[in-house]
């Protein structure tokens, strides 16, 4: 069964401090991404980069942005394990205002940066699915918009998890590609999906701005700044990538 909404589910994370702090992070000599794993998928851990709980308002910049280790999927009061997280990975923007799993955390403004060297959508175009890996043309690492929430597991210590927020892709020269598409639909009412990658110079706004200016940054990243090439299916599986139906 093809989903529209299950848009990235697969991503290679930025955990290297010298990009963190690149990005704006004040990363602690005790950082280590030893925990991470560099092909990412559902429940598994990634860095994430957001506004420290504990920041004054007259701290510069750098160290107003901590980046800690988190689990991809929202996990929420209604989550019984990690698996729970597994269906938020991500969070549509048109609906998170008032989405149950998302809302909370989009109006109480939890947000967060999800540094990623790339990510991998399928393509279907040949009637079969090859991986497609997309980076930045420039080689930088690419900041994903999400949200995040801590989650308290019974017995054990509470842990962090996050949300990729997605905009609509119907007419991105890349996206539009993607994903298998739905022949009882016209091509513009697609709803193909892509995560809202932000420019660099926004990361201070997105993570700063008020509830009511938070939506001016759910845009489409330019297609001429970005690079899709396929990848033998192969080379994924050596990362235990499940194949999507």
């Given at each position: 069964?093809?989903?529209?909404?299950?848009?990235?589910?697969?991503?290679?994370?930025?955990?290297?401090?010298?990009?963190?702090?690149?990005?704006?992070?004040c990363v602690g000599a005790d950082w280590s991404p030893v925990f991470c794993k560099q092909h990412v998928y559902p429940t598994q851990v990634a860095p994430i980069l957001r506004?420290?709980?504990?920041?004054?308002?007259?701290?510069?910049?750098?160290?107003?942005?901590?980046?800690?280790?988190?689990?991809?999927?929202?996990?929420?009061?209604?989550?019984?394990?990690?698996?729970?997280?597994?269906?938020?990975?991500?969070?549509?923007?048109?609906?998170?205002?008032?989405?149950?799993?998302?809302?909370?955390?989009?109006?109480?403004?939890?947000?967060?940066?999800?540094?990623?060297?790339?990510?991998?959508?399928?393509?279907?175009?040949?009637?079969?699915?090859?991986p497609c890996r997309i980076t930045r043309v420039d080689g930088e690492t690419m900041g994903v918009a999400g949200l995040w929430q801590r989650w308290t597991c019974p017995d054990?210590?509470?842990?962090?998890?996050?949300?990729?927020?997605?905009?609509?892709?119907?007419?991105?020269?890349?996206?539009?590609?993607?994903?298998?598409?739905?022949?009882?639909?016209?091509?513009?009412?697609?709803?193909?999906?892509?995560?809202?990658?932000?420019?660099?110079?926004?990361?201070?706004?997105?993570?700063?701005?008020?509830?009511?200016?938070?939506?001016?940054?759910?845009?489409?990243?330019?297609?001429?700044?970005?690079?899709?090439?396929?990848?033998?299916?192969?080379?994924?599986?050596?990362?235990?990538?499940?194949?999507?139906?």
């Amino acid at each position: 069964m093809h989903h529209n909404w299950a848009m990235c589910t697969h991503f290679i994370q930025q955990s290297d401090p010298i990009e963190l702090t690149r990005m704006g992070a004040c990363v602690g000599a005790d950082w280590s991404p030893v925990f991470c794993k560099q092909h990412v998928y559902p429940t598994q851990v990634a860095p994430i980069l957001r506004r420290s709980t504990q920041h004054a308002a007259h701290s510069e910049r750098a160290a107003q942005m901590e980046v800690l280790p988190a689990h991809f999927g929202l996990l929420t009061a209604m989550a019984f394990d990690l698996s729970y997280g597994a269906k938020n990975v991500n969070a549509s923007s048109e609906k998170v205002a008032n989405e149950p799993r998302f809302n909370r955390q989009w109006i109480k403004g939890q947000r967060c940066i999800i540094p990623v060297k790339a990510i991998y959508e399928p393509d279907w175009r040949t009637g079969e699915y090859v991986p497609c890996r997309i980076t930045r043309v420039d080689g930088e690492t690419m900041g994903v918009a999400g949200l995040w929430q801590r989650w308290t597991c019974p017995d054990k210590e509470p842990l962090n998890s996050f949300t990729m927020l997605t905009v609509n892709a119907d007419d991105h020269h890349i996206f539009k590609h993607l994903h298998r598409s739905n022949p009882k639909r016209s091509a513009d009412k697609q709803n193909k999906r892509m995560v809202v990658i932000l420019k660099s110079e926004d990361y201070d706004g997105w993570l700063d701005a008020k509830l009511e200016n938070a939506m001016d940054y759910m845009r489409q990243y330019p297609s001429e700044d970005l690079l899709a090439v396929s990848e033998p299916k192969e080379l994924l599986q050596a990362h235990s990538l499940n194949l999507p139906n």
